[in-house]
């Protein structure tokens, strides 16, 4: 049985243990390293896991999972400094690329992703490239941990990763900004800003919802849209302001951003 051991217990880390421990993980398989000691008493506290702040014991492990932040990442191989050919890395930090981490921890099995915040709630959307160290049975290892809190993409070129970054790992902040914009419009339009929160809110679940059972999502808007109607009235307004333009810039902004954070 693989033993798994997380550089860092913030957010991220939290929502991947919760995961791991509902899908059948025993904590006792499961170490957390953090310098922060209320850090490692939450996580100890909340999912029964050891927690330890000697980041060198990391090397015990089969799966050293790197969830601190970027920055952090080149500290943290000095302080491991060990041989860890036949582990596997999973690394959450955005932006870090794997050449990066192959040289700063040697050669060994790398997986990264991009994650995003909705794993929090066990609904994450993850992208996952793996560097040809990796065997079979590591990628499904990998898989596995994604898997315990949401949905994993495997893509097959490790650049693709950026276009993840847009797709899901920043977007559910241009979900909130739509949620936010619609909240402001409904105040504007009259409703108190309860009212106007609350039916946008239930409106974007309830949507969202809707949208995975399986039908294209034009055919649902097709739906919602009579002829000449409200909707139409809406949606007009939309496509005339430009509205699948502002996306596509935005995504691609993103997507810029996130290759010029890999070279940073
Ligand atoms: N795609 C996305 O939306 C997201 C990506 N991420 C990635 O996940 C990573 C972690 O993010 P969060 O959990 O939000 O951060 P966080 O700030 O909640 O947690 C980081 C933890 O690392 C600990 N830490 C600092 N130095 C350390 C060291 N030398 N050794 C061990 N632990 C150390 C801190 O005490 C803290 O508990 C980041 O690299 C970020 O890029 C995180 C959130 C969302
Ligand atoms: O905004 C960022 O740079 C990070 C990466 C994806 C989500 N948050």
Request: aromatic share 4%; net charge negative.
């Amino acid at each position: 049985m693989d033993k798994i051991t997380f550089i860092g217990g913030g957010n991220m880390a939290s929502a991947i243990i919760g995961g791991l421990i509902s899908s059948g993980w025993t904590p006792s398989r499961i170490t957390v390293v953090d310098p922060n000691a209320d850090q490692r008493d939450r996580l100890a506290s909340e999912h029964g896991v050891h927690t330890t702040d000697d980041v060198a014991s990391a090397a015990a492990a089969d799966i050293i999972v790197l969830a601190v932040k970027p920055q952090v990442i080149a500290a943290v191989a000095k302080q491991i400094n060990a041989d860890l050919s036949g582990k596997l890395i999973l690394s959450i930090a955005a932006g870090v690329t794997i050449a990066t981490l192959e040289s700063l921890f040697g050669p060994v099995a790398i997986a990264r992703t991009m994650p995003n915040t909705p794993a929090l709630l066990g609904l994450g959307a993850t992208g996952l490239h793996l560097n040809e160290r990796a065997s079979e049975a590591q990628h499904l290892a990998a898989k596995g941990i994604i898997e315990a809190f949401g949905i994993c993409v495997t893509v097959e070129r490790e650049d693709l990763l950026d276009a993840v970054t847009a797709v899901s790992g920043s977007s559910p902040a241009y979900y909130f900004l739509m949620i936010e914009e619609m909240i402001r419009s409904g105040t504007a339009l009259g409703l108190t800003p309860e009212d106007a929160r609350a039916l946008t809110l239930q409106t974007a679940l309830g949507a969202a919802a809707m949208a995975t059972k399986g039908d294209a999502p034009e055919d649902l808007r097709a739906r919602v849209t009579s002829p000449n109607g409200t909707t139409h009235a809406a949606i007009v307004s939309m496509q005339e302001n430009g509205f699948g333009d502002v996306i596509a810039k935005a995504m691609t902004a993103c997507r810029d951003r996130a290759v010029e954070l890999g070279k940073a």
